[in-house]
């Protein structure tokens, strides 16, 4: 294994330690508490944003070190998907990559969507869990057919168990790069993010700054929807400060830089930190819920026998 393998699998065996671990507190946190016939539909979609996130933690790691590996393994492999066959190399192949990030950020968009609708419009029909188990389904199909302009460049070969490209034109990489990569999985969420959030934190500041109106809350729920809110405010942080550097550096490499090796070694590193520093957003929502929630706080404590 080269500087570049070793460093890929170091990264994602790091991503692998601290996401899968805490993914599964959210869901043990949540699951325990309620069933989901009596979940929230704010918690319900925070489960679908930790499976998501599970998804990117898990596969990830298994695909790089497939990768890394595959060459000394099955000779001729070339680093390809060579084991995990035809079905996932011509249908699932990017699902660490895309389907799941993509998830990840519209579970963002939803969560926003879903607060923004209780808080500014209280005496409105709320979403229900059937609702919101319909909206999680379509985010889910949308991420998956949304990738699959990339899917299909890939073949595999039956006799060499190889998962190949075999499209590489300048529009595949244009989709993969600018339309996929820095528009459905960061730039559109990002809005969509940042508009519902300004929208309900100035009803909030609304409410606080004019005691004439009406309000049919009280103070425990008030409290409770601005907690809400306010963790939303952190993960929409957290996702701009990771998604937005990590996709531009990534457009970069696929565009710019198709070929690492031919540049200074420092650069290559930095551009491998930079493209795997993107999956911190999927890593450390659990820390996020434990500052701004006491409870999970609470029950974190007692996982961890702090």
């Given at each position: ?35 989901l ?21 898990i596969?990830?790691p ?19 998907y ?26 963002l ?109 009280n ?34 490499r ?46 974190l ?6």
């Open positions: 294994m080269d500087l570049k393998n070793i460093l890929d699998v170091s990264l994602c065996i790091l991503i692998f330690i601290i996401g899968v671990p805490g993914n599964c507190l959210i869901f043990c946190f949540y699951l325990t508490r309620s069933s016939s009596k979940m929230s539909t704010y918690h319900f979609f925070i489960l679908q944003l930790a499976l998501s996130d599970f998804i990117i933690c596969g990830l298994v695909v790089e070190v497939n990768d890394s590996f595959a060459e000394t393994i099955s000779p001729g492999s070339n680093g390809k060579y084991f995990f066959g035809k079905f996932i190399c011509e249908h699932f192949v990017d699902t660490p990559y895309h389907i799941s990030p993509a998830v990840s950020a519209w579970m968009v939803a969560l926003s969507f879903e607060r923004y609708w209780k808080i500014v419009n209280p005496f409105k029909r709320q979403m229900n869990k059937k609702v919101a188990a319909v909206i999680a389904a379509l985010v889910w199909c949308t991420a998956y057919c949304a990738m699959l302009p990339l899917s299909l460049r890939f073949k595999y070969d039956e006799d060499t168990q190889t998962c190949e490209n075999n499209r590489e034109d300048f529009f595949a990489e244009f989709y993969h790069s600018c339309v996929q990569s820095l528009c459905v999985e960061c730039i559109f969420p990002s809005l969509a993010i940042g508009f519902l959030y300004k929208k309900t934190k100035d009803h909030l500041m609304g409410q606080e700054n004019d005691p004439n109106t009406p309000d049919p809350l103070e425990e729920t008030r409290k409770r929807r601005i907690k809400a809110v306010q963790t939303i405010k952190w993960l929409y942080c957290l996702f701009l400060a990771t998604m937005l550097p990590g996709r531009i550096v990534h457009v970069v696929s565009v710019i830089l198709k070929n690492l090796t031919e540049y200074d070694l420092a650069l290559v590193v930095f551009i491998m930190v930079f493209e795997k520093y993107i999956y911190c957003n999927n890593t450390i929502n659990v820390f996020i819920y434990a500052w701004k929630n006491r409870d999970f706080r609470n029950v404590k007692v996982k961890l026998r702090f």
